[in-house]
């Protein structure tokens, strides 16, 4: 199973950039790599996904390494809404079942007003 | 609209006894997935099934115990053998494969009176 491993902790302004890192070293070459964020008391809400590519979405950015055993989430103005716990997860792609899908322990962002 | 529904929202389980959480979709999805949150904790994995009638065990599957007799319900029953049953349970879905989304429902409190 790949592991990931996320800070414990991050800190942001408000209308600031975040930049969330997540190290996934020990991902498969056919491994899409999820980002989902959760609040008190609620489900985790998907983010953003990718594969190879860096990729765009009207919540964030998601920058994957040119190895891909690195990512990073970026967020590109902090709102205290987006003030939650993130969580980073390989996924298998192509033609294999999604199998053991395996939450870490997540990055708390706190925005500052 | 689809989605995955979890009842009852909040549950409350005496000593010695098993309770069933229940999990539904209506998203012809595959896989689900059943999460246990502890407070200010990660999601750990109980039990994942990627087709009907088969499931395996996650990083935490004692004291539990599921079924996958229809695509759509993947209840969980937690047995008087976990002895520690209090958190937050989350059941999750996704269509097969890791270049689709995975949708949570909103999640069962559990409590031992």
């Known amino acids: 199973d790949a592991k990931t491993t996320q800070p414990n902790s991050m800190e942001s302004n408000e209308e600031e950039p975040v930049h969330l890192p997540c190290n996934h070293s020990?991902?498969?070459?056919?491994?899409?790599i999820h980002w989902y964020r959760q609040l008190p008391s609620q489900g985790p809400e998907y983010v953003i996904h990718?594969?190879?590519s860096n990729v765009n979405n009207r919540m964030a950015s998601l920058a994957i390494a040119e190895d891909r055993k690195s990512s990073t989430l970026i967020l590109h103005r902090a709102t205290l809404r987006d003030a939650a716990v993130y969580y980073c997860?390989?996924?298998?792609?192509?033609?294999?079942?999604?199998?053991?899908?395996?939450f870490g322990q997540g990055t708390t962002l706190q925005v500052k007003p | 609209d689809g989605g995955i529904t979890q009842s009852p929202k909040y549950l409350f389980r005496k000593e010695g006894q098993n309770v069933t959480l229940s999990c539904e979709q209506n998203?012809?999805?595959?896989?689900m997935y059943w999460y246990r949150q502890d407070p200010g904790q990660g999601l750990r994995l109980i039990y994942y099934?990627?087709?009907?009638?088969?499931?395996q065990k996650g990083d935490i599957a004692e004291g539990y115990s599921v079924s996958r007799e229809k695509k759509e319900s993947f209840p969980l029953t937690v047995t008087s053998a976990q002895k520690n049953p209090t958190a937050f349970y989350l059941c999750?879905?996704?269509?097969?494969?890791?270049?689709?989304?995975?949708?949570f429902g909103s999640g069962t409190q559990l409590s031992v009176l």
């Open positions: 997860i390989p996924a298998p792609g192509g033609s294999s079942n999604t199998g053991k899908l395996i």
């Open positions: 020990t991902i498969s070459g056919t491994d899409y």
């Open positions: 990718g594969l190879t």
């Open positions: 998203l012809n999805h595959d896989a």
């Open positions: 099934s990627q087709i009907v009638n088969d499931f």
């Open positions: 999750a879905s996704i269509p097969g494969t890791g270049n689709e989304k995975l949708f």
